[in-house]
């Protein structure tokens, strides 16, 4: 059921975002400046805790568990994925769309 509500959501982010995104110029933007946070956001997140690991000569699956608790790799990382699926969503669009 979990994987279910999961889907549904992520599906209805990445609606949302494409037809957003298709009617607003400016909201697309918006939408790109937010990727462009979130994606800083999570990959120096994952970063730190591969250098943590490695600092501390930890083993990486205990060191796993501290990032997924970290509030700023799980909101942009959800935020990614409707994201991502929406600009690739968009891309035919974009390609064999009207000029």
Do not use: Q
Request: proline share 4%.
């Amino acid at each position: 059921m979990m994987m279910v509500m999961i889907g549904a959501a992520l599906a209805a982010g990445t609606v949302f975002i494409a037809w957003i995104s298709k009617w607003s110029r400016y909201a697309c933007r918006i939408f790109d400046g937010l990727a462009v946070a979130a994606s800083f956001l999570f990959f120096v997140t994952a970063a730190d805790a591969v250098a943590g690991t490695l600092v501390h000569d930890t083993v990486f699956v205990t060191e796993v568990h501290r990032v997924f608790k970290n509030p700023a790799f799980l909101l942009s990382g959800a935020y990614l994925g409707p994201y991502a699926l929406a600009r690739i969503a968009m891309l035919p669009v974009h390609l064999f769309g009207p000029k």
